[in-house]
């Protein structure tokens, strides 16, 4: 069946480094892909997507690129904050069920 | 943007009991919201899809008479934790959207401790 693999974490990095958290995922057909933020205490916030191959999700310095040849969506950040401290999460969605992966806490230092 | 709300945010309840959780969209309508559990320091995993007007469809594994879903209305449904025990001490998170290709919005979720 489908589904996600992300990094474990966690993943303590020191103010204004920068950030990869690997996903990759398996799954029949084209899903679209997402990454989401929680943070402690809090539901998820959707961070960014991307709907096919090739896409660029993108927002608050965050970036992911929709692999479709080596089925991944690494999460990047040139430059972390403290305020980015959460537990972040790689999700693939078919047609309405979410998968996602087993999430990645993030720690910044500052 | 869709926002959705999720009450209560924390709960503790005794073995035995029921607890209801709500799930809210506040600002669209909802034919379809869905049931998450997530275990400490572990991933969401669906329990359930709540159609409104119609019964849920439940995840492989789930009891569906100890995890009751309503959909009553657009805006509203309900996962009622019946006969609460240890076990299902978890935090428990809805989420809503209006479909196609945009992701669904997720509500705050809701803490459940069963003593």
């Known amino acids: 069946g489908d589904s996600v693999t992300q990094m474990e974490g966690p993943v303590t990095l020191s103010e204004e480094a920068f950030l990869t958290i690997n996903c990759t995922y398996t799954?029949?057909?084209?899903?679209?892909l997402f990454w989401y933020v929680q943070y402690p205490g809090e539901g998820l916030q959707l961070l960014l997507k991307a709907t096919k191959a090739d896409d660029k999700g993108s927002n608050k310095g965050f970036e992911a690129t929709y692999r479709k040849e080596t089925t991944s969506f690494h999460l990047e950040k040139g430059s972390v904050q403290v305020s980015d401290s959460a537990v972040y999460f790689c999700?693939?969605?078919?047609?309405?069920?979410?998968?996602f992966g087993t999430g990645t806490r993030l720690k910044v230092l500052a | 943007g869709a926002v959705v709300s999720q009450h209560p945010s924390w709960v503790i309840c005794k073995s035995g009991t029921s607890v209801k959780i709500e799930c809210r969209s506040l600002d669209f309508q909802a034919t379809t919201m869905f049931w998450y559990r997530q275990f400490p320091k572990q991933s969401l995993m669906l329990m359930a899809t709540s159609n409104e007007g119609s019964k849920a469809t439940y995840e492989q594994g789930v009891e569906k008479d100890k995890f009751l879903i309503n959909h009553a209305s657009l805006t509203l449904s309900t996962l009622t934790v019946t006969s609460a025990h240890p076990e299902d001490s978890s935090f428990y998170i809805c989420s809503a959207g209006v479909g196609g290709y945009q992701g669904y919005t997720f509500g705050s979720g809701t803490r459940l401790t069963v003593v």
């Open positions: 999700a693939s969605r078919g047609t309405y069920k979410y998968i």
């Open positions: 799954a029949t057909g084209y899903p679209s």
